[in-house]
């Protein structure tokens, strides 16, 4: 019994020891909309998932959606916090997009990797302007799967906010 009860803590340290926050999302959310935003909550039709599972195939990308979204936004950007999987653990992204769809910013709120797998934010700084810009970016050595997690979950976000028409943007050709 004391064997599993130190093992239960020890355990939790371990876990707790990685786990990192780096803003909250009132402090983030002060910073992005000083002047307040709306909150809404958006739930994805079957078909509007399917058309979205359907896109990222196609782009070789195998993954399930959720089918409800929370929106912040005011009237020139809106802002989408997704949470994905990187190796074991989670970490917590947020992204906000002008009304055309283009990014304004890339951020991780939190991460629970190990911290020599989060991706730098020079490194997320290069997203800005995604879909109209065309030069890809490429992984980083040593936090592949982090930088492989952060291109997914902002083509996914993208995607669902189209879909929800949040946002004006023609394609995604180029990428």
């Known amino acids: ?22 803003k909250s999302i009132p402090e983030t959310f002060k910073e992005i909309f000083p002047h307040g935003f709306d909150r809404k909550t958006y739930y994805l039709s079957k078909e509007q998932q399917s058309r979205i599972e359907q896109t990222l195939k196609k782009r070789g990308i195998d993954a399930n959606i959720s089918r409800l979204f929370i929106v912040y936004k005011d009237s020139q950007k809106l802002a989408l916090i997704e ?11 947020l992204m906000v997009f002008s ?26 700084d290069y997203f ?8 890809p970016v490429d992984a980083i050595t040593g936090a ?27 394609s995604l050709d180029s990428h």
Request: glycine share 2%; charged share 25%; net charge positive.
């Open 1 to 22: 019994m004391k064997l599993k009860l130190f093992l239960l803590c020890a355990s939790i340290f371990v876990v707790s020891r990685f786990a990192k926050v780096y």
């Open 83 to 93: 949470t994905a999987k990187v190796r074991t653990k989670p970490a917590t992204i």
């Open 99 to 124: 009304q055309k769809g283009i990014l304004l910013s890339l951020e991780i709120l939190r991460f629970d990797e190990p911290p020599e797998y989060k991706p730098p934010q020079k490194w997320l």
């Open 128 to 135: 800005i302007g995604f879909p109209e810009k065309t030069n």
């Open 144 to 170: 592949t799967l982090s930088s492989r997690m952060v291109k997914i979950t902002l083509l996914k976000t993208f995607l669902i906010l189209k879909e929800l028409n949040l946002i004006k943007h023609d």
